[in-house]
């Protein structure tokens, strides 16, 4: 596609249920990273896939956290069990492979997450 | 490791006033440095960034950057501020495979 797409665009959920959230990167770009911001904490890092290698987890917070992503293409961040600190946003953003650490990420508009 | 401090988590500016966004980063190994801004309810979009060669780099929107190496610094600035560059802006150094962001500035511009 044109751009990173995410959805949903916002998603209330009751403490203790699962969510899944989903990220399209651009066609063509192998690298795909998840990032957290919460208010006034800015963007952390929770993981990063490049093409068919393992991803790099060392971001995720808990166990509660996971993500996939099948065929190289789209991806999928799940919380399981959520807590009201998990409330945030969520950005997922891609790159052409490498290129990364040297042109900058395209990120997506974001899932806003409200856990009540 | 590396890591991004942005000195000043709001800033206000009068509209026409000169903008100074400041960012010290701290890294092991030569810098890839970034600014980005994020505009309500939307992603991050790049603003510029420098990579090698030439220190001061021009953006979009007017925006520039100096890296100095001798400071560790990668402070972001505008001639004149407009009421459309309200935002928040965020710093970010390159690291072994990912980027690591700073917390954020949030400017304030006013009439």
């Known amino acids: 596609g044109a751009g990173v797409s995410q959805s949903p665009s916002n998603k209330v959920t009751e403490k203790g249920k699962d969510v899944e959230l989903r990220c399209d990167p651009i066609s063509g770009h192998t690298a795909l990273y998840w990032y957290r911001q919460s208010l006034g904490q800015g963007l952390e890092f929770l993981i990063y896939f490049q093409g068919n290698s393992a991803p790099d987890k060392s971001g995720l917070p808990s166990d509660r956290f996971s993500a996939e992503r099948t065929g190289g293409s789209v991806s999928t961040l799940t919380i399981q069990r959520t807590q009201q600190e998990d409330s945030a946003v969520y950005l997922c953003?891609?790159?052409?492979?490498?290129?990364?650490?040297?042109?900058?990420?395209?990120f997506g508009s974001g899932t806003r997450l409200t856990v009540v | 490791a590396q890591s991004v401090t942005q000195l000043g988590s709001h800033v206000s500016v009068s509209e026409g006033a000169l903008v100074l966004l400041r960012c010290n980063y701290s890294?092991?190994?030569?810098?890839?440095l970034f600014w980005y801004v994020q505009y309500p309810n939307q992603g991050l979009q790049l603003l510029l960034k420098y990579t090698t060669g030439a220190t001061l780099v021009k953006g979009i929107n007017g925006f520039e950057a100096e890296f100095k190496k001798s400071e560790t610094s990668f402070h972001l600035t505008k001639p004149s501020a407009h009421m459309s560059d309200a935002a928040e802006y965020f710093c970010?150094?390159?690291?072994?495979?990912?980027?690591?962001f700073g917390k954020g500035t949030m400017l304030l511009v006013s009439p």
């Open positions: 890294s092991s190994v030569p810098p890839y």
């Open positions: 953003a891609s790159s052409s492979s490498w290129a990364g650490e040297i042109y900058g990420y395209t």
């Open positions: 970010a150094v390159s690291g072994s495979s990912t980027l690591t």
